[in-house]
């Protein structure tokens, strides 16, 4: 009886435990947890904010180079396996259109077309909103239903 007692409160504290991690990494202020899947996708698409940031300075300098390298470092990227993240036809097709528009730009910059780079700039940029509009609204939501969770809606959070 009462190694079964001890057996409940060892459960109940592994469970707090886990409990506690979970709602730590959650929260997003734990950042010391660089192998987890999530913090990896965080700091990769960090990397393409700058590689995006680095085509829209080619962009509106008119320099060509500066165009094609950074276009060439996205369309590498979405190759990557952290973007991969989700086994879902909807992400996919977002993750293949975008690395299409990443292609397609660079091409465009070694033409030395800037309107025609400008305009895939910006309908890449369109992907990256959609893509994480469809993450928040639609797959975050699918995951706390499953969770048996209360869902939280786009409009809860505004
Ligand atoms: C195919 C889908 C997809 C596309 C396209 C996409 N992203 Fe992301 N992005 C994600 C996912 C998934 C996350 C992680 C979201 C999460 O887990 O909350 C993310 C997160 C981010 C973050 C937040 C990282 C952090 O610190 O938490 C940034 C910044 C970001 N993306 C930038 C971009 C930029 C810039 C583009 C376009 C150049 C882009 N993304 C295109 C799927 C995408």
């Known amino acids: ?5 001890l057996g409940t409160s060892l459960l109940l504290a592994a469970l707090v435990a886990v409990v506690t991690v979970l709602v730590a990494t959650r ?8 192998n987890a899947d999530p913090k990896k996708t965080a700091a990769f698409m960090r990397a393409k904010l700058a590689s995006s940031q680095k ?3 080619g962009l509106v300098s008119k320099d060509f180079d500066l ?4 276009s060439k470092e996205l369309e590498q990227m979405s190759d990557a396996a952290a973007f991969q993240r989700f086994p879902d036809p909807v992400y996919r097709h ?5 690395r299409r528009l990443a292609g397609k730009l ?4 070694v033409d030395r077309n800037l309107e025609g780079a400008s305009f ?3 309908h890449a940029t369109t992907t990256c909103i959609s893509c994480h509009e469809y993450v928040r609204d639609v797959i975050k939501v699918a995951d706390a239903a499953a969770d048996g969770g ?6 809860d959070r505004r």
């Open 1 to 5: 009886m009462r190694n079964r007692r």
């Open 27 to 34: 929260g997003g202020e734990a950042d010391d947890t660089p």
């Open 55 to 57: 085509v829209l300075e």
């Open 67 to 70: 165009i094609a390298s950074g």
């Open 94 to 98: 977002y993750s293949r259109e975008f």
């Open 106 to 109: 660079n091409r465009l910059a």
């Open 120 to 122: 895939t700039y910006m």
């Open 150 to 155: 209360e869902i939280e809606t786009a409009s």
